[in-house]
């Protein structure tokens, strides 16, 4: 599968810059700025679960004293949702009819859920929305409210400039091992904060120490409460980053999703060191992803999900597609251009 790598490369330093400037020395004395600087803060996965702790959304269970850090089986089953959590009827419109209810699950079993089955990020993000109305923080990131709001000072230590873009999709669970649809465990699916917690055992000391890694999560680095996308500067902020993790699912719904797959193609065009995390090896992903079923013989013509194809890669809002669409049909070779590269380099990992 070629492509013709150096029509898309990244721009050049005379292009315009689209995210605003931000040091390490301005998060002390943290202002908002309308310059979209905020997307250049990470948060370190401690901060994630003691944010979501005060605002009521998740809670510690476990065994002990509450723990953040050290032995991450205990932190991931010791970190459960709320029980009282329900979903939001709008909500729950569409999201019921492909996960299932919110029910009561478990939290201490061998494949533990996070307390609750079928709740997705697609609840954490609405969750913290609602939040954010209710305390008039709707014009922030959380990891500006961290910042800025007095409640929340004792988290300031978990926030940094970002130094790993995490590109996944919101339908996986984010507490839990697993994430559960239509009440059943999907062992091969797992949730985020799994993922977060055992990154270092598979991609070692090509991410930064676990102390000082900071991640550019969406439900955290963008403001939830508007439309923060933009394409230019989530392009112009992977190459900054410099490292994006792309946490691929077994059934490459990641691939269908048009904001994950812009997410990869900014990590290939700025040659970013880029690292995904599939619980499915090269040889089989290979397979699956053929452009002739014939060639996923055996169990993977099963799993058999086609080629990379942006054009029907799809988002929530159909004005978030058209933006994503317009700016890679006008890339050299258009959508066929950016499907050869970016599978060509999930391969490669």
């Known amino acids: ?85 329900t979903r939001d009827p709008g909500l729950a419109t569409w999201l019921d009819a492909q996960v299932g209810e919110v029910k009561v699950g478990n939290a201490s079993a061998s494949f533990p859920n996070g307390g609750l089955k079928n709740v997705t990020g697609y609840d954490l993000a609405d969750y913290t929305r609602k939040w954010q109305r209710s305390k008039g923080l709707e014009h922030l990131s959380v990891c500006e409210i961290i910042l ?40 091969n699916e797992d949730s985020t904060l799994w993922q977060l917690l055992s990154v270092h055992n598979k991609f070692g000391n090509r991410l930064p120490d676990q102390d000082s890694l900071f991640l550019w999560v969406d439900y955290f680095c963008l403001k939830q409460c508007q439309s923060d996308f933009n394409v230019d500067c989530v392009i112009e902020l992977i190459n900054d980053i410099g490292t994006l993790v792309a946490a691929l699912d077994s059934k490459f719904e990641y691939l269908k999703r048009s904001f994950c797959v812009l997410e990869l193609y900014g990590a290939v065009r700025g040659s970013s060191n880029l690292l995904v995390n599939c619980p499915i090896n090269a040889t089989d992903m290979r397979k699956i992803i053929a452009s002739d079923r014939a060639e996923a013989t055996g169990i993977h013509g099963r799993y058999w999900v086609g080629p990379v194809d942006l054009a029907a890669a799809q988002t929530r809002d159909k004005k978030d597609k058209n933006m994503i669409d317009g700016f890679l049909q006008q890339l050299p070779g258009g959508f066929d251009a950016v499907n050869s590269l970016v599978t060509e380099k999930i391969l490669e990992e």
């Open 1 to 85: 599968m070629g492509c013709n790598f150096s029509t898309l490369s990244s721009p050049g330093p005379s292009q315009p810059r689209h995210v605003g400037p931000l040091t390490p020395d301005d998060l002390s004395s943290y202002t908002a700025k309308q310059d979209k600087s905020h997307l250049r803060l990470g948060l370190r996965k401690e901060g994630m679960l003691l944010f979501l702790e005060q605002i009521g959304f998740a809670q510690w269970t476990g065994e002990g004293e509450k723990t953040v850090t050290g032995d991450w089986r205990k932190i991931m089953k010791g970190w459960n949702y709320k029980p009282d959590y």
């Open 148 to 187: 800025v709001e007095p409640d929340f000072q004792h988290l300031r230590q978990y926030v940094g400039l970002a130094n790993v873009f995490w590109s996944h999709i919101q339908m996986e669970s984010f507490l839990g091992m697993s994430s559960t649809y239509h009440d059943k465990n999907d062992r």
